[in-house]
């Protein structure tokens, strides 16, 4: 059975910092590049970042850059997602997600998530102003 449990949600003031995990079953966590999403209600569900799976390259979504830091170790099937310099508007819903990605995956293709095979359940990000 396929599992993918976030957890490290919570409230933070603007400017402080989270680390997210997202812990995994089931699958051959080190086959699938891993992606962090996040929802407002209301709103689409948005990519934040990404980390391949053949050699650790990272993506970040333009309004994270430089402050969020996503990382993986395929030991434990985990993936994590720093995130430093909250402003109220990371408050969202973050969800990690595992799509299939071998040697000739177009990456340019993450932020499109109905792509993605599998879905955690989603932590809550709340950043106080």
């Known amino acids: 059975q396929v599992q993918l449990v976030e957890s490290g949600g919570g409230l933070v003031q603007s400017g402080g910092s989270l680390r997210l995990s997202c812990v995994t079953s089931?699958?051959?966590?080190?086959?699938?590049?891993m992606s962090w999403f996040r929802q407002v209600p209301g709103k689409e569900r948005e990519g934040v970042s990404c980390i391949s799976s053949t050699d650790d390259t990272t993506y970040y979504a333009d309004s994270v850059k430089g402050r969020f830091t996503i990382s993986r170790d395929n030991a434990k099937n985990t993936m994590y997602l720093q995130m430093d310099s909250l402003k109220p508007e990371d408050t969202a819903v973050y969800y990690c997600a595992a799509v299939l990605a071998g040697k000739g995956y177009q990456y340019y293709t993450i932020w499109d998530s109905i792509q993605y095979d599998f879905w955690g359940r989603g932590t809550q990000v709340t950043v106080s102003s």
């Open positions: 089931g699958f051959t966590f080190e086959i699938y590049a």
